[in-house]
Antibody
Framework: EVQLVQSGAEVKKPGESLKISCKGS????????IGWVRQMPGKGLEWMAI????????TYSPSFQGQVTISADKSTSTAYLQWSSLRASDTAMYFC??????????????WGQGTLVTVSS | DIVMTQSPATLSVSPGESATLSCRAS??????VAWYQQKPGQAPSLLMY???TRATGVPARFSGSGSGTEFTLTISSLQSEDFAVYYC??????????FGQGTKVEIK
């Protein structure tokens, strides 16, 4: 059974750093792209970035380029999303998601349960 | 970026009735559209991919259609568990995918 298990909720102050995680199991972690999706309170889904754990190939949506960093650790089958300096506007639920499909058509098949990040002074 | 526009924003439907949700792409995405269902407090889940292929375990009352720029998700005979928010997403424009803003299906 494919599972993506995310780290727990975080409460941080503006300016602090943060790294949240997404551990994959039940499949070959290095063979599938993993993406990160933001959902601000009461709002829709936003595509942030994507990583291929096999070689750490990474692409960011223009809106998130330079704002976050994604990475993956093959040895622990874990993907990460990190901030160096949080802002109140980073308050949101963050989902990791595993893609399925061919090179020409990959879609999200599996989702993590989400990590709620709250940034408040 | 390809913009995905969903309509209506909210759909009020009585249990047992059908619901038709629309999604329009700002340029052709072929059949590279997925639909997701999100219930309150939960992660989204995959309903449909390739515009019209149901994901594993999705009931047959869910159907998808369309290609190019116009897509439709139809839910026939709505059950209580179907009241949720539905999102379309294009995955034509790798690696910058985009979601629609969502359609909330609520009990009338």
């Amino acid at each position: 059974e494919v599972q993506l298990v995310q780290s727990g909720a975080e409460v941080k102050k503006p300016g602090e750093s943060l790294k949240i995680s997404c551990k994959g199991s039940g499949y070959s972690f290095t063979s599938y792209w993993i993406g990160w999706v933001r959902q601000m309170p009461g709002k829709g889904l936003e595509w942030m970035a994507i990583i291929y754990p096999g070689d750490s190939d990474t692409t960011y949506s223009p809106s998130f380029q330079g704002q976050v960093t994604i990475s993956a650790d093959k040895s622990t089958s874990t993907a990460y999303l990190q901030w160096s300096s949080l802002r109140a506007s980073d308050t949101a639920m963050y989902f990791c998601a595993r893609l399925t499909g061919s090179a020409a058509a990959r879609f999200i098949e599996y989702w993590g349960q989400g990590t709620l990040v709250t940034v408040s002074s | 970026d390809i913009v995905m526009t969903q309509s209506p924003a909210t759909l009020s439907v009585s249990p047992g009735e059908s619901a038709t949700l629309s999604c329009r792409a700002s340029q052709s995405v072929g059949s590279n559209v997925a639909w997701y269902q999100q219930k309150p407090g939960q992660a989204p889940s995959l309903l449909m991919y390739g515009a019209s292929t149901r994901a594993t375990g999705v009931p047959a009352r869910f159907s998808g259609s369309g290609s190019g720029t116009e897509f439709t998700l139809t839910i026939s005979s709505l059950q209580s568990e179907d009241f949720a928010v539905y999102y379309c997403q294009q995955y034509k424009n790798w690696p910058t995918y985009t979601f629609g803003q969502g359609t909330k299906v609520e009990i009338k």
